[in-house]
């Protein structure tokens, strides 16, 4: 029987709950996950749509994956995901080794699809809900350290950001049952797991109305924290507009709720703001930092940028520059603009950066936020920390890694730590990536 499936990600943590929640359904229908290619009888990818770069990249695969099927003619391409969402019939006439193609809220129509897939035949399911959050299923963790896990908590998005492409691919905002996530994160941490991230495009946004209570994501991060005090909870992502005093006072009264805020600033200048549809001004933004440091002060704080916007002056990238400065990001995601199809950006604005200037400014977002970066980890050195083990070090097998509450990466000596232990670690040396320390009893 043909049943073997390979799941490959791409794009965003979202993505990679998603591929769990397809592995689940799968794994019920009596197929068996793989985790070597060749031996697969399904091949499905999982695709992001964000910018142009995560699409040619797909499209690349699917190139190369034609070799394989060379000498395994039955294998079955499945294209999922955004992409999916974005372009099925474009990919379904373009990729003619591309079998099915599934969209983010019609996972659980997989089985019965591939039961009918024949060959030469494709298949497609695209539509969006307006209630699918998959609550009742169990993610599959087929690619885990068994010690972190991500938790998705809500779909969707309807802030409209001018550039992004994510509303028309994942549909709108609709909100988990808490009460299944406590559950998914209780069975979670009595398997062994020590952290869990809770995931949506905007989780403060997350509301759950039941019986005339309201649960919101603050409630809902103390419900997850109350589990047990060793069971760490993160979150991602915050959208500035939104992030509320309540939200930074109930991760202090946790201290098994981590001091690291993900904080998406896109631009620092005020004009490029509003025309990417933010809500928010830099002032706005600031505040939210000064709230973050006022509540938690030894939280780290990353965020996301764009260079690039259509329209952005050296005026408005120099101010981009300044926010850096201000807040001293702990790490930042720095990208280019990319035109979306679709977006607010695509009919009414004129991408007229050029792509060498878009460039320019990325790479001195790129240096500044390496400076920043390695002031920030210098000063950790001396400092103690308490690190939840997650495995054997990258780069030797005599080093362990875990990280910080504040999700910063330190390495140290083996001894005898197993992974889900928590060991405090001073820090001896850094990087502008990593924090090098070792184990001290305290
Ligand atoms: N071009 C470049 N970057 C984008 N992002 C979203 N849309 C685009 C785009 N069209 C970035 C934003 C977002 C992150 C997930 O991807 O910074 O926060
Ligand atoms: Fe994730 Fe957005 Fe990419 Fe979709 S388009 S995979 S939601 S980052």
Not at 115 to 140: F, N, Q, R, W
Not at 363 to 381: F, M, S, V
């Amino acid at each position: 029987m043909k049943n073997k499936v390979y799941i490959e990600t791409y794009g965003c943590q979202m993505n990679l709950a998603d591929s769990e929640i397809v592995g689940s359904i799968l794994s019920k229908e009596g197929y068996s996950l793989e985790k070597d290619i060749n031996h697969a009888d399904y091949i499905l990818i999982n695709t992001c749509a964000i910018r142009d770069n995560a699409e040619q990249r797909i499209r690349k695969r699917l190139r190369e994956l034609r070799a394989l099927q060379r000498n395994r003619q039955w294998v079955k391409i499945g294209i999922l995901g955004c992409m999916a969402e974005r372009i099925k019939n474009q990919l379904m006439e373009e990729e003619d080794n591309v079998s099915f193609i599934v969209g983010p809220d019609a996972y659980r129509r997989l089985p019965e699809m591939l039961s009918h897939l024949h060959d030469g035949e494709k298949m497609a399911e695209t539509l969006l809900s307006d209630s699918e959050t998959y609550a009742d299923i169990e993610p599959v963790r087929y690619d885990t350290n068994g010690i972190t896990a991500y938790i998705s908590i809500m779909r969707g998005c309807q802030n409209y950001c001018a550039y992004c492409v994510v509303p028309y691919t994942r549909g709108r905002e609709r909100s988990r049952d808490p009460q299944t996530i406590v559950a998914e994160a209780n069975t979670l941490f009595e398997k062994g797991y020590r952290e869990v991230t809770l995931l949506g495009q905007n989780v403060n946004s997350y509301r759950w109305q039941c019986n005339g209570t309201t649960v919101g994501f603050p409630q809902l991060m103390a419900m997850v924290a109350e589990i047990n005090p060793l069971l760490r909870v993160r979150f991602a992502t915050s959208h500035p507009k939104d992030l509320s005093d309540e939200l930074l006072q109930t991760m202090a009264e946790h201290k098994n709720i981590c001091h690291c805020i993900h904080l998406p600033v896109q631009s620092g200048s005020e004009r490029m703001l509003k025309l990417m549809n933010r809500r928010y001004t830099p002032e706005w933004y600031l505040n939210r930092i000064e709230a973050i440091r006022h509540y938690l002060p030894d939280c780290s704080i990353t965020t996301d940028v764009i260079a690039g916007f259509c329209g952005e002056t050296e005026e408005d990238h120099k101010a981009t520059l300044e926010m850096f400065r201000k807040v001293r990001y702990d790490y930042a995601y720095m990208f280019k603009f990319s035109m979306r199809p679709d977006t607010y950006a695509a009919k009414h604005l004129q991408d007229d950066i050029p792509d060498e200037v878009k460039t320019r400014r990325l790479e001195e977002i790129i240096a500044l936020q390496g400076e920043i970066a390695l002031e920030n980890n210098t000063k950790e050195i001396g400092k103690v920390y308490e690190v939840l083990v997650e495995g054997v070090s990258h780069r030797s097998d005599k080093q362990l890694f875990g990280r910080n509450s504040q999700n910063k990466v330190i390495v140290f000596d083996r001894q005898d730590f197993q992974p889900g232990q928590y060991v405090n670690i001073k820090v001896t040396r850094c990087t502008a990536a990593t924090l090098i320390g070792e184990a001290v009893t305290q």
